[in-house]
């Protein structure tokens, strides 16, 4: 009985000089960090392998649906950067009816945090190119 | 049992269809600096080609007896990119076919042997149209003889 007693003051000053300041700072650290971490989810529902096909009148082309998604508003802008032809520029990146900026000073905003639609691509040339790729780079900044 | 089994079939076919069907995803940490994605994507133009004739081809060609060449008319053969482009020519009528045998075609300046392939680099081609022939014209006896002018294009 005396022991459990000992036993028992123990686990009282370590739950409240210890342990539990353990236990408070753990969960301060966790909840703060999930606040803090923001996350870009990014799905796409088309074959980025397969050639896509310029429509030659609109000098545009639908890739494909796009959902871009996270836990917190979000700002970004994509950077395209044509690899194998001279001559070919891409005029603009749509998602939806959403023009996605290409200038890095200023981002489109997204706030209300999911941004999903078909991904259609603009491009300007006045000779047809020869095929050619292209890179996306889409660049995802904290709000 | 079986409808079981075909229910684990259906189930089966159904997960490897969403799998196949083409897609991705990206997960990632927004860091302050900024996270970056990047896709590369592969395009291409449609090749078409267009020809435009300013003869009539109803009209009787004649053929000079001199070169055995015949002058039919303006043509003008262009593409979006480059491409290659053969031409055939051949003699209808079975009879005629040992007199008249039909050797090259002239577009302005450019020569295509028939049943040769030409290159054309600059995406049109455009000219006078004009087919030789190799004529018997001691056993020729038709006055007239319907001629069929063949092109094939190909991408370049």
């Known amino acids: ?103 890095p000073s200023s981002p489109t905003i997204v706030t209300n945090k999911w941004i999903y639609g078909t991904m259609v691509i603009y491009f300007s040339y006045i000779e047809p190119p020869e095929d050619f790729k292209v890179e996306f780079t889409f660049v995802f900044l904290p709000l | 049992m079986e409808q079981k089994l075909f229910k684990v079939f259906v189930l089966i076919t159904t997960l490897i269809a969403l799998k196949s069907f083409a897609s991705g995803t990206f997960y990632a940490l927004i860091e302050p600096g900024g996270t970056t994605w990047s896709q590369i994507l592969t395009f291409t133009v449609k090749q078409t080609v267009k020809v435009e004739w300013q003869y009539d081809e109803t009209q009787p060609i004649a053929v000079d007896r001199g070169d055995s060449e015949s002058v039919v008319g303006f043509i003008r053969i262009y593409s979006n990119k480059q491409f290659k482009i053969s031409a055939n020519v051949y003699v209808a009528e079975t009879s005629i076919q040992p007199l008249v045998v039909p050797k090259q075609v002239k577009i302005g300046s450019e020569t295509i042997g028939v049943g040769e392939v030409l290159v054309v680099t600059p995406k049109n081609l455009q000219g006078n149209l004009s087919v030789v022939f190799e004529i018997d014209w001691e056993n020729l006896q038709a006055e007239e003889f319907p001629v069929v002018l063949e092109f094939t294009f190909y991408p370049f």
Do not use: C
């Open chain 1, 1 to 103: 009985m005396k022991k459990l007693k000992i036993l028992l003051k123990i686990h009282n000053h370590v739950s409240i000089f210890g342990f539990g300041r353990i236990l408070v700072f753990l969960f301060a650290l966790i909840f703060s960090s999930l606040a803090l971490s923001q996350t870009i989810n990014i799905e796409w529902y088309y074959d980025e392998g397969t050639t896509f096909i310029i429509d030659e009148i609109y000098q545009r082309v639908s890739i494909g649906t796009i959902y871009i998604y996270s836990n917190v508003k979000f700002k970004f802008y994509v950077i395209p950067k044509v690899l194998d032809v001279q001559g070919v520029t891409v005029t603009g990146v749509r998602i939806k009816n959403q023009f996605i900026s290409m200038n």
